[in-house]
């Protein structure tokens, strides 16, 4: 049988869908992210987040996203395993320079924290 949808459910995801209509993809889409609730997808928009968070533009993160995903690193085991100048060479390809060093670090601290504490994959 069908969940029903409250009333809050319903403007929310017409909204969200009249923002894409207006507007096009999304960021998620850009990066290749296919949202699911799996490891490997909620890591990579993670990783995407934080990359947009930077005072750069979101070209440059979406690419960056899209690199580090090429480059591997899908998961928070695979961040964690790559090392520093792996990723730093990976966020340098998607042009994400100004921030690429301290990023670097960032992402290594968070996937090996979230294996640490959740066992995350």
Known sequence: ????????????????????????T????EAGIR?????SPLWRLFVLSLLL??????????????ELSKAGMRTPHATA??????????LGRGHYRRYDERTSTQLGEA???LLDEDRGT
């Open 1 to 24: 049988m069908p969940q029903r949808r409250s009333a809050r459910q319903v403007n929310r995801s017409d909204t969200a869908a009249r923002l894409v209509s207006r507007h096009g």
């Open 26 to 29: 999304t960021w998620c889409e």
């Open 35 to 39: 949202l699911a609730d799996k490891p």
């Open 53 to 66: 968070s930077a005072r750069i533009s979101s070209d440059i993160a979406v690419a960056a996203a899209r």
């Open 81 to 90: 395993q790559a090392t520093w100048q792996q990723r730093v060479d990976a």
């Open 111 to 113: 996937a090996q924290q």
